[in-house]
């Protein structure tokens, strides 16, 4: 049997399936108190900036791009990570490879424990 | 100027360091709703059986193990990630090649807060 706590990052038959944006897709898994979102960005798309009152750490697995935080554009590569304190404006740009992130929110964002499209937060 | 909200996963001059155990080794990064904790163990060593009042999250960013939850060996590779809800019994045993776990704690464990030895938690 299973064990349902147990996942892996790139079995993409795992998680909620969430279309964040063209070339944006995330697989969501949620928690009581923390929400794991493994994002896969294809090569030079970007997830558009938005907002919301959660925490967010970002955890830059593979590739490259640019992380765009409070207006400011960071420059990151595989291994780089980052806080995200809530309501600080943000984005991602991914580099020619495209990038994997994990995102971890907490509180869970509850618009995210279930399928769909977008970002579905402030602007 | 440095912004402080920006890291890596190799620096490892980065982090509250705190030594778990014999061979095991932490860096940790507190935010107001998560702690993260970047967890490297030899090879072969092992993070004793604890647990703790706060859901962890762990991710396996390089090497090999079994994690023990909750009285079951789970053999896990990179990659593999898994949820560890709040007073579960855990632990870890590195494999031949070590490893390198991201942690992820909501709400943040205080006692880590500051840098120090061992689990600070109930056996």
């Known amino acids: 049997m299973a064990d349902t706590h147990f996942f892996n990052l790139h079995d993409l038959s795992q998680g909620i399936v969430r279309d964040l944006a063209d070339g944006v897709k995330t697989r969501i898994f949620p928690g009581e108190n ?11 798309r970007a997830g558009q900036i938005h907002h919301h009152p959660q925490e967010q750490w970002g955890v830059l697995l593979e590739g490259s791009g ?3 935080q409070d207006g400011v554009e960071h420059p990151v590569k595989a291994g780089d990570f980052w806080q995200t304190p ?3 404006p943000h ?3 991914a580099g020619p490879d495209g990038a994997v ?3 971890i929110f907490s509180p869970p964002r509850e618009e995210y424990k279930k399928g769909g499209a977008g970002f579905a937060s402030g602007r």
Chains 1, 2 share one sequence.
């Open 91 to 93: 984005g991602f740009i």
């Open 86 to 88: 809530g309501n600080v």
């Open 101 to 103: 992130i994990l995102d």
């Open 66 to 68: 640019v992380r765009v």
């Open 34 to 44: 923390v929400m794991v979102s493994v994002v896969r960005i294809t090569p030079n």
